[in-house]
């Protein structure tokens, strides 16, 4: 069982920036899984923002690519999201998520909005 905890979200204008964390602990290789964030607005389906493999492989949905960089760092089993130049439509509750597993974070809150 992994255990996933996010940190870093709240409020910001729009134009600003957040980064935000999810640490991993208990049963697992950290340094070759496929971890990914995922949000959830209001009213809309959850999706993808972005993945990275265990080598460092960054994927990222369209609407955020040039803004958004997912990292990670493989000695702390933490996984980053870099968030640049937020919009109000970044507003979210945003997930991290071992991917290929049924294991997920609680959840942190991003809100962008003047």
């Known amino acids: 069982q992994v255990q996933l905890v996010e940190s870093g979200g709240g409020l910001v204008q729009p134009g600003g920036s957040l980064r935000l964390s999810c640490a991993a602990s208990?049963?697992?290789?950290?340094?070759?899984?496929?971890m990914g964030w995922y949000r959830q607005a209001p009213g809309k389906q959850r999706e993808l923002v972005a993945s990275?493999?265990?080598?460092?492989?960054?994927n990222y949905a369209d609407s955020v690519k040039g803004r958004f960089t997912i990292s990670r760092d493989n000695s702390k089993n933490t996984v980053y999201l870099q968030m640049n130049s937020l919009k109000p439509e970044d507003t979210a509750v945003y997930h991290c998520h071992l991917v290929g597993s049924n294991s997920w974070g609680q959840g942190t809150q991003v809100t962008v909005s003047s």
């Open positions: 990275i493999a265990g080598g460092g492989n960054p």
């Open positions: 208990g049963t697992v290789l950290f340094s070759i899984v496929v």
